[in-house]
């Protein structure tokens, strides 16, 4: 149970400065890599946790966001997993719109991760594809996207809400107008 959101939601922020200022070099490469790891499997547990609270609006809740994902061509496994250019077609990109909680456990449930970096250094996403998806497809997930994901749910403050008790359920619920 998320109590005061803000503690969650900072980090976000951070994370999101962070990732966007990164630059990878030969001396540092390993460590950055580490980080950026952490930042995005911490980043998208904490946003799953805020979607399951009062804490977010009902349009951050719905997010969506244009995911490109290639064809898995070879059994993954867990010995395999890195070598993308042989476990998925990568020429075929196709594409797909999913909401944010589809993001989150693309990350939380990571089967497949790897960063890549552009010439210069700078972050341009990761492929990444869950316990559930890696027979399937690769995502590829743009750092625009995590950015965006990160500081849309950092900077969301809810200033009133609508709610309900269930009937059913005999849970609240959100009233969407």
């Known amino acids: 149970m ?13 994370s999101a400065n962070w990732l966007e200022r990164l630059r990878f070099d030969e001396s540092s490469e390993e460590r950055a890599l580490v ?22 609006s009902p349009s951050t809740k719905s997010l969506v966001f244009h995911l490109q994902w290639s064809p898995c061509i070879e059994m993954v496994d867990y010995f395999n997993a890195h070598r993308i250019e042989e476990l998925f077609d990568l020429s075929t990109v196709q594409s797909e719109d999913r909401d944010l909680e589809f993001l989150c456990n693309q990350f939380i449930h990571s089967y497949v991760f790897v960063p890549v970096h552009h010439e210069g250094g700078a972050l341009a996403g990761v492929y990444v594809s869950s316990d559930r998806t890696r027979h399937e497809k690769l ?38 107008n």
């Open 2 to 14: 998320i109590q005061e959101s803000r503690y969650w939601k900072a980090p976000l922020l951070r």
């Open 35 to 56: 980080r950026v790891e952490r930042e995005l499997f911490i980043g998208f547990y904490s946003i799953r946790k805020l979607l399951e609270t009062f804490k977010l």
């Open 139 to 176: 995502y590829f997930v743009g750092l625009s996207q995590t950015i965006h994901a990160f500081r849309t749910v950092g900077k969301d403050y809810p200033r009133e809400q609508h709610l309900r008790r269930n009937a059913k359920t005999d849970q609240w619920e959100e009233v969407c």
